[in-house]
């Protein structure tokens, strides 16, 4: 079955960077496009960045673009995001999500890892 | 940006009744709509897209239906693991946008 599992969460002060994984497994990561999606704590869901499945094709919500990037790894189904000049705001749960084409939607969430910012 | 409106913002419900939810996007979006349930601690899960559709695996409990600017998601007898958020999310364009969550709790 399909599963998606995030990593590199944890506490970041403010400013620093820090590298988001998702580990995809029980489809063909190749041929999907990938989403980040976050949540602040008690709050809505908020899209942060989608990615083609080959890579061709990045965008970026308005609140992120400059300081996250979203790559990913084809040989090895996983996909990144890279944080970094963080923020007070940037705390959330952060999710990975697969779509069949980035003009899709959402099809699979994973779990979700846990970003901090504080000092 | 379109923007995502959902009414109600909460609701009481009992076991048997049923529910209907609405969304409103700020301009067309054809039926690129998707709807989503979170339970507390979970991550969300896929229910419906194109406003209709149900995802593999979802109980035809769950229905929706709309085009253009207005949906609605209807639960047609709620069951206790069916307590849960419900979001709207529209996929016409970038950037996605999510409506602000109704919240379906027991009365």
């Known amino acids: 079955q399909v599963q998606l599992v995030e990593s590199g969460g944890g506490v970041v002060q403010p400013g620093r960077s820090l590298r988001l994984s998702c580990a995809a497994s029980?489809?063909?990561?190749?041929?999907?496009?990938m989403h980040w999606a976050r949540q602040a704590p008690g709050k809505g869901l908020e899209w942060v960045a989608v990615i083609s499945y080959d890579g061709s094709t990045k965008y970026y919500a308005d609140s992120v673009k400059g300081r996250f990037t979203i790559s990913r790894d084809n040989s090895k189904s996983t996909l990144y995001l890279q944080m970094i000049s963080l923020r007070a705001e940037d705390a959330a749960v952060y999710y990975c999500?697969?779509?069949?084409?980035?003009?899709?939607?959402?099809?699979?969430w994973g779990l979700g890892t846990l970003v901090t910012v504080s000092s | 940006d379109i923007q995502m409106t959902q009414s109600p913002s909460s609701l009481s419900a009992s076991v048997g009744d049923r529910v209907t939810i609405t969304c409103r996007a700020s301009q067309g979006i054809s039926n690129y709509l998707a709807w989503f349930q979170q339970k507390p601690g979970q991550a969300p899960k896929s229910l419906i897209y194109a406003a209709s559709s149900l995802q593999s695996g979802v109980p035809s409990k769950f229905s929706g239906s709309g085009s253009g600017t207005d949906f609605t998601l209807t639960i047609s007898s709620l069951q206790p693991e069916d307590f849960a958020t419900y979001y709207c999310?529209?996929?016409?364009?970038?950037?996605?946008?999510f409506g602000p969550g109704t919240k379906v709790d027991i009365k």
């Open positions: 999310q529209q996929y016409y364009n970038y950037p996605r946008t």
């Open positions: 999500a697969s779509a069949q084409s980035t003009l899709l939607n959402f099809d699979y």
């Open positions: 029980g489809f063909t990561f190749s041929t999907y496009a």
